[in-house]
């Protein structure tokens, strides 16, 4: 059973940065496709960055390409999102999620809210 425990949430101005994290336990971390999503009031979740286990392709939902940075350090078993150029339409729950069987999202964390004020 993998855990996964996102860190680095809070409050920016527009135009800010901050820096998410997720450690993840339990399994082997360097083998599991990975994935930031966000959540914001009213809405679904939508996947926000992902990143593969095999030379770390990387992929962005269009609304943050440019501006977010999803990275791994699998000697640390930690997942990042770099978040740059913050807008106040980026105010979520961020959520990290590891891609199992089948390509399902299977294990998610508990989020952390990031909250951008203009």
């Known amino acids: 059973q993998v855990q996964l425990v996102e860190s680095g949430g809070g409050l920016a101005q527009a135009g800010g940065s901050l820096r998410l994290s997720c450690v993840a336990s339990g399994g082997t971390f360097s083998r599991y496709n990975m994935g930031w999503f966000r959540q914001a009031p009213g809405k679904e979740r939508e996947i926000v960055a992902g990143i593969s286990w095999i030379s770390s392709i990387t992929n962005y939902a269009d609304s943050v390409k440019g501006r977010f940075t999803i990275s791994r350090d699998n000697a640390k078993n930690t997942l990042y999102l770099q978040m740059n150029s913050l807008k106040p339409e980026d105010t979520a729950v961020y959520y990290c999620?590891?891609?199992?069987?089948?390509?399902?999202?299977?294990?998610w964390g508990q989020g952390t809210q990031v909250t951008v004020s203009s």
């Open positions: 999620a590891k891609k199992g069987e089948l390509s399902l999202w299977d294990s």
